[in-house]
């Protein structure tokens, strides 16, 4: 039998290079990486036959960046925490920017509130802003893409006389349940999960502009829950997403919210997992009994992101313009594809993303007062010496 050398029918065309700075949930960021990986190899199909099929990826594990997070190390500018973080942030983003990343994101959804800040010192640094792929801006796009395709879609025609009494029956019985619970037919109610800060959607979100100039609606939290789900993101953080707070989360925050346990006992369309650590909460598995029990789809911002990422590094055509392109065009009667169904990545090692903060006084601990902090995951090495060599040499070719 004659076994085929590995990479012999894949194009040897040089790859844009697409860069990762985790360290804000170390588990947060394997998630994304192997979500690039299976999207890679699911857009690939059969002609993903070996590892030079995978795409080019720097993974930067930056324990400087970890959190939990909290207004008092992205707000106060004149603190040490502040200056600590923020150095950690533009040093990634140079060593990044030195060795030809195409683009690049941060994986923490929660220190996305410093993101317009970002953007303005990589102009000023004479960097490409367009370069920084949001996390926030992606899942946003994504989440109205979906409700503009919900709108657009085109009923079906020509039914059998038997399909048609059939589809009539289920009308009858769906217009029953919807007068017992007259908001679970909207499908335009958003729930963003997450730190304490990204819960805050009136206040400091990085999600707060979601719901501005469309028809989507905030379906927002009473404070003890979202504290109760800081301190799960804690957990995680601390522990790892052991089998035991997977469930425990289920029980005491997905199934509640969709029983409506929400600000004006709201039923929410969407559940946004607003924080690297939530879709290790929530799998796949957890997210499909939600939406077949409750008729409620979870929304993961890691799977949107490496989806984004994989796009704007030229693997699956033109970019998605970070988000903005979508909304801009609400009105505008166009149909966009999904994202969430695409692909992306290859993993060089290493870990990325997170949450866990609080908005005020919060000092490195859970509420019950358990010290976790990102910080102390050590930092990861990717690249040897002379393979970081080789990146620099070939920079040039990779953006062109």
């Known amino acids: 039998m004659t076994i085929p050398l590995p990479g012999m029918t894949i194009s040897h ?14 588990e947060a960021g394997i998630n994304v990486m192997e979500k690039i990986l299976k999207m890679q190899r699911e857009l690939l199909g059969k002609q993903y036959q070996s590892d030079k099929d995978a795409p080019y990826v720097v993974l930067m594990q930056v324990p400087g960046v970890g959190g939990p997070h909290g207004m008092w190390d992205m707000e106060d500018k004149e603190s040490a925490a502040y200056a600590y973080l923020w150095d950690n942030i533009t ?17 923490c959804n929660t220190l996305h ?49 038997e399909e048609q009494k059939e589809e009539e029956k289920n009308e009858e019985a769906e217009e029953k349940v919807a007068k017992e619970d007259d908001d679970e037919s909207k499908g335009n109610q958003v729930c963003i999960l997450g730190s304490y800060v990204t819960t805050g959607v009136t ?45 425990d989360f289920y029980q005491r925050v997905m199934v509640p919210l969709c029983k409506k346990r929400t600000i004006g006992n709201v039923k929410p369309s969407h559940i946004v997992l607003g924080c690297t650590e939530l879709p290790l909460l929530v799998d796949a598995e957890r997210a499909e009994k939600i939406r077949e ?10 799977n949107v992101l490496a989806s984004t990422l994989l796009k704007n590094a030229g693997y699956m055509g033109e970019g998605r313009c970070y988000g903005r392109s979508v909304r801009a065009a609400m009105g505008e ?5 999904n994202a969430s169904t695409r692909s992306m990545v290859t993993s060089v090692g290493g870990a990325t993303d997170d ?26 090495k990717l690249t040897p010496s002379t393979a970081l060599a080789v990146i620099e040499e070939h920079a040039a070719a990779v953006v062109a």
């Open 293 to 302: 029990e409750f008729d409620v789809k979870c929304v993961d911002p890691n």
């Open 113 to 161: 509130v410093l993101e317009p800040a970002i953007r303005e010192w990589m102009t000023a640094q004479g960097h490409d802003e367009k370069r920084f792929v949001s996390i926030v801006e992606s899942t946003k796009d994504d989440i109205v893409e979906q409700y503009l395709q919900r709108m657009l879609e085109v009923p079906q025609s020509s039914q059998g006389e």
């Open 91 to 107: 040093d990634t983003i140079e060593k990044l920017m030195l060795i030809g990343c195409e683009c690049f994101c941060l994986t």
């Open 203 to 247: 206040d400091r979100s990085p999600y707060k502009s979601l719901c501005d100039g469309n028809e989507l609606e905030f379906v927002q939290l009473e404070v003890e829950l979202r504290e109760e789900i800081q301190n799960f993101i804690n957990q995680t953080k601390a522990m790892g997403p052991q089998e035991a707070i997977k469930e």
């Open 355 to 380: 949450e866990g903060d609080n908005t005020t006084d919060f000092d490195g601990t859970d509420f019950d007062g358990t010290d976790v902090s990102d910080v102390d995951v050590p930092s990861i």
């Open 13 to 26: 065309k040089p790859k844009k290079m697409i860069g990762i700075i985790g360290g804000s949930g170390p």
């Open 333 to 337: 009667k166009h149909r966009f594809t």
